[in-house]
T-cell receptor, first 115, second 109 residues
Framework: DGGITQSPKYLFRKEGQNVTLSCEQN?????MYWYRQDPGQGLRLIYY???????QKGDIAEGYSVSREKKESFPLTVTSAQKNPTAFYLC??????????????FGPGTRLLVL | SQQGEEDPQALSIQEGENATMNCSYK?????LQWYRQNSGRGLVHLIL???NEREKHSGRLRVTLDTSKKSSSLLITASRAADTASYFC?????????WGAGTKLIIKP
């Protein structure tokens, strides 16, 4: 059963705390992406990775960090430097990045709330 | 940076009617994609239209692309309650997709 999984579904962060959102895919896709969605808004790109051990900043990377040690996994850490982290976070993957990037497949999302 | 802009922001129609949503963009594209998002869920890909195509169909969906006007439209025919969702257009340019803010579609029974 192929797809993208994200965990947890809901995550609560205390002031000054770093939290990590998990994203795993078994689609054998090279490219993976993290987006942030605020209420009534479109998606904004945080980070993307076109291949293992490589990733690039998107439009709103400040206060976030990622790693891509395995093809299947692309975890996102929301650091204490991100002052307004409350949002819906979506992970996606595609067969390849770059100009060949076609359809993106999305996970179910993680809703991050600040206590 | 947001390139696509959907219009209208919200649309409410009766079940069985057709729904039309529009998307405008600013720069040249490789392709344009439409996605659906049910409330609080991930996005689901609906249809992709390439820059050299003018119209594409998939079931009850019809997408048109006018590159001279930098615009696209999504038509959903014979709407159903299950079509209630937000619909996003995304343009593919180089390494990433650029997203609009979406059209919220409500189908009234």
């Amino acid at each position: 059963d192929g797809g993208i999984t994200q965990s947890p579904k809901y995550l609560f962060r205390k002031e000054g705390q770093n939290v990590t959102l998990s994203c795993e895919q078994n689609l054998n896709h090279d490219a993976m992406y993290w987006y942030r969605q605020d209420p009534g808004q479109g998606l904004r790109l945080i980070y993307y990775s076109q291949i293992v051990n490589d990733f690039q900043k998107g439009d709103i990377a400040e206060g976030y960090s990622v790693s891509r040690e395995k093809k299947e996994s692309f975890p996102l850490t929301v650091t204490s430097a991100q002052k307004n982290p409350t949002a819906f976070y979506l992970c996606a993957s595609s067969i390849a990045g770059g100009s060949a990037s076609e359809t993106q497949y999305f996970g179910p999302g993680t809703r991050l709330l600040v206590l | 940076s947001q390139q696509g802009e959907e219009d209208p922001q919200a649309l409410s129609i009766q079940e069985g009617e057709n729904a039309t949503m529009n998307c405008s963009y600013k720069t040249s594209i490789n392709n344009l994609q439409w996605y659906r998002q049910n409330s609080g869920r991930g996005l689901v890909h609906l249809i992709l239209i390439r820059s050299n195509e003018r119209e594409k169909h998939s079931g009850r969906l019809r997408v048109t692309l006018d590159t001279s006007k930098k615009s696209s439209s999504l038509l959903i025919t014979a709407s159903r309650a299950a079509d209630t969702a937000s619909y996003f257009c995304a343009t593919n340019s180089n390494y990433q997709l650029i997203w609009g803010a979406g059209t919220k579609l409500i189908i009234k029974p």
